[in-house]
């Protein structure tokens, strides 16, 4: 086991750039934490770096973490990340938290989440960021509302630290590695940095355009702003396999259109879009007009463009039936 060979695990399970940010936030953490109680930093790297990893392809518990677990016991990590990793998914009863592991990333996961959210709105980004102002904003129900405030608490206790030491400690790991997590505040050069581990450099960086099959099986992660927008050229390539989808507003958003049966018909189209929306926690732009003209307009509101979400969304609403 090595940290290198797991982060290319990470890469080859998850695409999601905001995923695999949230894996290095929580991977920053837990390295700060074992360093500061005397713990084997790799131990608990890996733990972090491999927490979700099996999230994108399998969502729902208790197939994560249990996939996942499958996963890691097959390549001969050790138990105790095995362990941990299960441990930090309450769905999964078998494995409660024990160890000062297991605890830590319970501790650490939530919270970076929520952290990363702070940052994001910020101009100044993590940079001077307390934990009195992130404490401030746990009590803003809608604000980062994906994000369990009482697992960040409830980890904290666990833990056996105070919550604002604890925020303000895992503020400070982040912030160490600004840079590299995308949460300094200001625009990043084209050119990446390649004082960098360039292959993390360059997998944050790349995109890819794929096929409607290959988005149908995607599962939209929440966005949470703080990544670039789906730059124009490659939006145009992107939304060319999906058939009867166009750009618009600039290319900042997709549109297509249907010419449904009656009113009746319409409604029912949507009414299961919502229901899709719903379980993708990414929503989209409805409109039905004249009875029978119905189109929808998918974006990513928290980065004014587009992302990987609005096109596996597109990708799946291309699966329902329309009464034409």
């Known amino acids: 086991m090595d940290r290198q060979s797991s982060y290319e695990l990470m890469c080859e399970y998850t695409t999601s750039d905001s995923l695999r940010r949230h894996m290095l936030a929580v991977e920053t953490a837990m390295?700060?934490?074992a360093r500061r109680l005397g713990e084997n930093e790799l131990v608990w790297r890996v733990t972090g770096l491999l927490h979700d990893f099996d999230y994108e392809k399998w969502p729902e518990p208790p197939d994560h973490p249990l996939q996942g677990s499958r996963i890691l016991a097959e390549h001969g990590y050790p138990d105790e990340i095995i362990y941990a990793i299960k441990s930090h998914v309450d769905a999964v009863e078998e494995a409660p938290r024990r160890s000062l592991l297991d605890r830590a990333l319970f501790a650490c996961d939530e919270l970076c989440g929520f952290i990363t959210a702070c940052a994001y709105v910020r101009p100044d980004g993590i940079h001077g960021l307390t934990a009195r102002s992130v404490l401030k904003k746990m009590k803003q129900k809608s604000f980062a509302a994906n994000v369990n405030r009482d697992d960040i608490v409830g980890g904290a206790r666990e833990f056996g630290v105070e919550l604002a030491d604890h925020i303000q400690f895992v503020i400070d790991a982040l912030a160490a590695e600004a840079e590299m997590l995308r949460l300094a505040g200001v625009p990043?050069?084209?050119?990446?940095?390649?004082?960098?581990?360039?292959?993390?450099?360059?997998?944050?960086?790349?995109?890819?355009?794929q096929s409607r099959e290959q988005l149908g099986e995607k599962k939209c992660v929440p966005c949470e702003g703080g990544v670039e927008a789906c730059p124009l050229p490659q939006a145009r390539d992107q939304v060319a396999r999906l058939p009867g989808?166009?750009?618009?507003?600039?290319?900042?958003?997709?549109?297509k259109d249907w010419r449904v049966k009656n009113f009746v018909a319409g409604m029912d189209f949507f009414n299961r879009?919502?229901?899709?929306?719903?379980?993708?926690?990414?929503?989209p732009d409805v409109h039905l007009e004249n009875y029978r003209d119905a189109w929808i307009e998918i974006w990513t509101h928290a980065i004014g463009g587009l992302s990987e979400n609005d096109f596996i969304l597109a990708a799946k609403i291309d699966r329902l039936e329309v009464t034409k």
């Open 31 to 33: 390295a700060a934490s």
């Open 245 to 255: 989808w166009s750009l618009t507003h600039d290319g900042k958003r997709i549109r």
């Open 188 to 209: 990043r050069s084209a050119a990446p940095d390649r004082s960098v581990n360039p292959s993390l450099e360059e997998s944050l960086m790349s995109t890819q355009v």
């Open 273 to 283: 879009v919502a229901e899709l929306a719903e379980s993708e926690g990414h929503h």
